[in-house]
C-alpha cells in the first residue's frame, strides 16, 4: 500500500509522474497518475475509458463514460464538467467544459474523435467537477498505437484486401 498526502497549497487536478522501480535483477518505470481533489470537495466523480477503448489508433474514437456523485444534500444543482485528454508528457490533444444537472447522481458517456494526427503513447482520460469553489478529479488511462493483426498494420491490411479485392475484378 502506497499512501500519498498532497500538500494544502497543491492545485486540485491530475498529476502524471514516471516512477523508477530498481531491484537487483530488475529495473521498471511506471506511469503514476495522481488525482487531488479540494479538501472538502462536494462532489465525487469516476472517469472510466470504456472497455474496448482502452487501445486506439490515431482517428479512432473513443467511449468514456463520466460519473457525478453529489456527496451532500444540496438538490439539483450544476456542476461544471471539465475533461481533458493529454498525453503523459503534458501536450493536451483535447479539452472542453460542460455544466450537467445533478441532484443525486449523473452517468453520462462522452465520444471523442482521436485525431488521426495524434502521436502514439500512453494519455491519461481527465475528468474534473466543479462547483461552489470545489473540485473533484478523476481520470483513467488509455493507448493510442499502431494496432498490429498478423504482424502487420491496419493500413497495410486494408491495402492487402483493397488489392486482393481489384484482383478478383
Known sequence: QLNLKAPKQIQPGNYIKKVRIRSASLQEEVIVSVDISSEEFLFD????????????????????????????????????VQIEIKHIDGTVLFSTSKFVSVESFSSFIETFEIPRDAKQGNYIFNVKALYDGKTASASDTFLISKKRYLGLSREKITTLILILAIAII
Open 45 to 80: 466523480v469516476d472517469a472510466e475509458v470504456l472497455p474496448g477503448f482502452k487501445e486506439i489508433e490515431p482517428g479512432d474514437i473513443l467511449n468514456a463514460k463520466i460519473e457525478l456523485f453529489n456527496t451532500r444534500p444540496l438538490g439539483k444543482v450544476d456542476v461544471e
